[in-house]
Structure formats: structure tokens, C-alpha cells
């Protein structure tokens, strides 16, 4: 019992030195309409991952359910060689008052393994669903999508407003090539400038 004790104490004390657990910031919107936040979506900006390293352009994510209630990821991009690269993942609400919080993951074994999954915060998204911000807990991760290739200064502005109230540098959100919109990756925070 007295080591039991002492481990516990030792683990409290660790958190306590590490400043605790924190409590994230980062807000999602209240309500979303998965039906019709379902289709294509094209990446607009985002925070570089190294998922994503192999890809230079053109980005989109396509989404649709599954007859398991679950929701059909499948991610693509153009590569340096000129080729077209798809992942597919699988997608599950987390947050079932809002559909605003999910758990999606690429890892499959035998099914799909959510505990290997990340999460996927919807942090904005336009009344008319044509462009979504979409982050995470830790503002380690970021996306800016939108229904078409190309947004308007005016979202982008937007986009950078929800992620600053939401505690993220927008000078680590880089712009996403895409064909018929940005042509180079550039921070967030000098675009807007």
C-alpha cells in the first residue's frame, strides 16, 4: 500500500512539475450538419505534417458514410513525380451533441483502430459550408479547406481570426498549392499582411 502510494505521489508530483494537465483552449464550432459537410474539400493552407511530406500540390480530401455509420476519408495529393497520392482512413464523431469533434485514423488491422487515430476539431465553418478551419486540441495541426480551389481574402482573413482565438500561430499555416490557387507555399500571417 505504501508503494502504491508513493508511485502515486511521485505521478502527481511529475504532473504538478510539468504544470499539470492542460486544459485546451481550442473551441469547435456548436453544430454540424454531416450530410452536408460531406464531398470534396480542397486543402487551402495547413500546418506541414510529415503524413503529408511526399505531396506538392493539389491536395484534396473527399468524404463520405459508410454503411457502418462511420465516414470514408480518402485523401489525395500530386507528388513530385507528377503521380496522384491517396490514403484512405476512417472517421468517427466523438462528440455526438455537435458532430464537431472526431477521431479519424489510417491505421487498419483486420478494421479500422481509432486508438491509433488523431483528432479532427472542426473549429470554423461557413453557414453555406463552402469553407471549414479544422485543428486539433493541441493547435499542433491545422487546415484550412474549402469547396473550391481558391478562397477569397476576405475567408482567409476569417480562417485567421478563428485560428489566432483558438491560440495558433498562423505564421506555422502555410498556403497549399493548388491549380487556380496559390502557387507557392507562403505563412498564413504574411499573406494577410
Known amino acids: 500500500m505504501k508503494l502504491l502510494l508513493s508511485v502515486f505521489l511521485m505521478l502527481a508530483g511529475n504532473t504538478f512539475a510539468m504544470g499539470g494537465p492542460t486544459q485546451s483552449r481550442v473551441q469547435t464550432v456548436e453544430n454540424v450538419d454531416l450530410n452536408r459537410y460531406l464531398g470534396t474539400w480542397y486543402e487551402i493552407a495547413s500546418i506541414p505534417q510529415s503524413f503529408q511530406k511526399k505531396c506538392v500540390g493539389n491536395t484534396v480530401a473527399e468524404y463520405s458514410l459508410t454503411k457502418a455509420n462511420t465516414i470514408k476519408v480518402l485523401n489525395s495529393c500530386d507528388t513530385k513525380t507528377g503521380a496522384r497520392k491517396t490514403a484512405e482512413a476512417r472517421a468517427k464523431i466523438v462528440d455526438k451533441n455537435s458532430n464537431a469533434k472526431l477521431k479519424v485514423t489510417f491505421v487498419k488491422i ?8 488523431g483528432n479532427y476539431w472542426i473549429l470554423d465553418l461557413a453557414e453555406d459550408y463552402s469553407y471549414a478551419v479544422v485543428g486539433d486540441p493541441t493547435t499542433e495541426y491545422a487546415w484550412i479547406l474549402s469547396r473550391s480551389p481558391q ?15 483558438n491560440g495558433y500561430d498562423t505564421c506555422k499555416v502555410l498556403t497549399s498549392i493548388q491549380d487556380g490557387g496559390f502557387s507557392e ?9
Open 110 to 117: 483486420f478494421d479500422w483502430v481509432y486508438s491509433f487515430g
Open 151 to 165: 478562397v477569397s481574402l476576405d475567408v482567409l482573413s476569417a480562417a485567421n481570426e478563428n485560428l489566432l482565438k
Open 185 to 193: 507555399r507562403k505563412p498564413l500571417c504574411e499573406v494577410l499582411k
